[in-house]
């Protein structure tokens, strides 16, 4: 749903497509099975991202945001977060968001809690609270800090477009 120019999540039927971007203009890039941060250019070609809402959230915390899955489009992958060495950390996992959407409980290793201020978003993982996709310097990867916005840019525009015959569940 569109209003006034920008673009709120709510839970949806089919994933959105769009572009995600730092507030310094850094694009999203896939960088061989890597999520980097590259400068906004001719020459960079943002990743298409792919995002819905969790179709059953259950025991999701829903006041902390809507929980949405995150992916890119090509290759189809889904962003996840896991433990490794006591640290959590954000990977790319071949996963068609689909499947996750249609499962009949929320796979919280794969959500991600959607916040939403003016143009702004963050995305804070479901299965380690407080922990928020960040970025830092071009041609670094896109990782989770638990330093909302203060060493890393963890505030994100999100530029997405209305799938096509989709509509929003209310």
């Excluded at 709120?8 to 896939?30: E, H």
């Excluded at 962003?79 to 409980?105: A, T």
């Amino acid at each position: 749903m569109e209003a006034s120019g920008l673009f709120y999540i709510a839970r949806m039927d089919k994933p959105w497509t769009g572009k995600c971007f730092d507030l310094n203009q850094q694009a999203w890039i896939l960088k061989g099975r890597t999520l980097v941060i590259a400068p906004l250019n001719n020459s960079v070609t943002p990743v298409v991202i792919t995002v819905i809402s969790c179709k059953n959230p259950g025991s999701v915390e829903e006041d902390r945001g809507v929980p949405i899955y995150l992916g890119i489009e090509n290759p189809e992958m889904c962003l996840y977060c896991e433990d490794v060495g006591g640290q959590p950390e954000l990977q790319l996992k071949d996963q068609k968001i689909l499947d996750l959407y249609n499962r009949p409980e929320p796979m919280e290793p794969f959500l991600f809690y959607h916040s939403q201020t003016g143009r702004t978003s963050t995305f804070e993982s479901v299965a380690f609270p407080d922990w928020f996709i960040a970025s830092s310097e071009k041609g670094q990867p896109i990782f989770l800090t638990s330093n909302l916005g203060k060493m890393y840019s963890t505030a994100f525009r999100i530029d997405l477009t209305q799938p096509r015959g989709g509509s929003l569940v209310l």
